[in-house]
């Protein structure tokens, strides 16, 4: 049989060598870290010990051990299985073991539910890249990606591979920003207020004169964030980054809200929750089928007004509009109903990515009549614009 | 890991208690109870996670000591905290006295004027207790990080008194709904289960074990209504113990068979829906067609 490296220091399988079945553990779990599952060292050591106690002949036993051993998420667990067949079934093993090494097992690939590219929603609505806008700022990345391309303006990034960095790359930006938040508040707040209780007690140990002043901080409360999405055609280029960026937006922040508009409303807080992003992707292809026309951003609003504000749109609330603010719809309508977010809500955000390009104006009609009750006005063309918007985020 | 006898054994005392548990979750719970590593049990919100943890301190015959995380739970109020109110006062008393202030001092910052918050009591208990620490995922990642810092030391430091060692190695039960990713750190630590709904024929049985009395008929299509309903684009599916609640409610209404009276049916299914899309999404011909597939 084959050796492998095993990061298991070899003292600690014992007679390592020689029991096959040690060897087939050592196998199975460098297959599973093959696979992407999160398997450190000790997982390695303790699924010797449990196999230990099994004999091979007890599969089903094993399986359950190592399951629970193994596997680290709702993902791995679903995973699990097919690939504990794959490695201890017996027909199974030549043929697809070592297929199996390389890419990553889905059982709804296995399936044949997906052609090979998988990217259902490419086809759709939420293009992003236009091949024709190629050239002058798509760095091609390595080690610096981030560095590269901070500054670069999303649509220029034509290269798939680079996009796909991207797409994580901004989807990580936005968990980032919980932490950095919470860190400015804390420092932000620090000495303001003497905590009385505390005080008193610190001072015990002086014999109850107050040497040590205790100061309260204030309960950190992070904003609630609410994205609404513009996802119409003239909004291609960048609908599917916000995407992401509202998926992490939505790990990070524990009761944000994102919605997609074009010509009507819809809910993605569920869909973008999916840990799977290949499902994402064909969940939100299915929401955008039978969308055309115009995009009525006015309407939207209204919808979001009539149905949804009144439960998710509080005092702490920000709501975020992502929007080219070409409007199909009539202008008045738009310009009250972003007066009735606003009066609700703490802060009204509207990004618009085509503010990152020199030349533009907001003359189209829709954003005139939207400038009024915009709080912050930014474009988000680029990862650096994005990060910036961190500052306006801070709650105080 | 024991053998299958172990495993059917801890599954029959399970069940005694009120937890009907597949095989494959024994079989993880007796690995738990033997590797001791933490637990942590994720799953939708009312799959009955929870409920695996105080069944299991009820097989092990030993106290369950929960810890309910929320965002902004620090360590005076998961770990200790000093009863000061008392500390004044027996400094007052004692002023009187006239004793020497380091004594004074040791007297105050003595166990006795410890509150021992859930963390601290379930390391110093004399035997092995259940530590449920539930939704994690609420908690700061502060927190999660001094959590896993103890789960790996069974030590707590108190500066005034001195650093505490576990007496008993806690059993240590998480649990999470993934409202927020938990660092892959706490993950690899612990031992891993992922609680699903539970199949036709576990549901049945589970509704036989709290409703005895129950209509084997009814049982048999509200179980086949609530699986079909699960797999609806709900927001929030209805968990195991909205089905008891359903089967309590229908009950109490005297209702012998879902097609009696849609009406009625229809009233009934506040049991299961809580939020307002969800009424919404559930409509009368949705509902009929559920029932008429669940026979």
Known sequence: MKKFQTGIPAENIGAAGEDPLVVRIVEFVHLARAQGFHVGVREGLDALRVAKHCTVLDKQRLRWGLRSLLCGNA?????????????????????????????????????GRRGPGGEVAEADQLQFGDTGDA??????????????????????????????????????????????????????????????????????????????????????????????????????????????????????????????????????????????????????????????????????????NQQYAQKIVNSRSIVIMVSDGFDTGAPELLAEQLQRIRRRARKLIWLNPLLGREDYQPTAAGMQAALPFIDVFASAHSLESLKALESQLVYL | MGNMKDIITLQKDLEQVGYIAEQSLAATLLLFAELKRPLLLEGDAGVGKTEIAKALAEVFHCPLIRLQCYEGLDASSAVYEWNYQRQLLAIKIQEAGGRPVAEMERHIFSEEFLLKRPLLQAISMPSPPVLLVDEIDRADEEFEAYLLEVLSDFQISIPELHTIEASSIPYVVLTSNATRELSDALRRRCLYLYVDYPNLDKELRIINRHLPEINRELAGQVVEFMHALRRQDLRKKPGISETLDWLAALMRLNVKNLNEDPELIAQTLVCLLKTKEDRDAVTHEVMKRLVANAG
């Open chain 1, 135 to 304: 050239g002058e700022g798509g760095a091609r990345g390595g080690a610096s990606l981030l560095e590269k391309t901070s500054g670069t303006d999303f649509r220029f990034l034509s290269d798939a591979r680079l996009m796909r960095e991207m797409e994580q790359l901004v989807e990580r930006l936005a968990r980032k920003m919980r932490r950095r938040l919470l860190r400015r508040q804390r420092i932000a707040r620090h000495g303001q207020r003497v905590h009385l209780r505390r005080t008193i007690r610190k001072s015990l140990r002086y014999g109850g004169t107050p040497l040590e002043l205790v100061f309260r901080q204030r309960r950190r409360k992070l904003p609630r964030l609410i994205l609404l999405l513009d996802v119409s055609r003239s909004m291609s280029l960048y609908s599917y980054l916000f995407l992401r960026f509202a998926r992490g937006v939505l790990g990070a922040f524990r009761d944000a809200q994102a919605f997609v508009y074009h010509t009507r409303l819809v809910p993605v807080t569920e869909v973008l929750r999916e840990r799977n992003i290949d499902a994402v992707k064909e969940k939100l292809a299915l929401i955008s089928l039978g969308w055309s026309g115009g995009t009525r951003i006015g309407e939207c609003t209204q919808s979001f």
């Open chain 1, 75 to 111: 993902d791995e667990w679903r995973r699990f299985d097919q690939l504990f067949d794959l490695y201890w079934l017996p027909s199974n093993r030549k043929t697809r073991i070592e297929s199996a090494s390389r890419g990553r097992i889905d059982s709804r690939e296995a399936q």
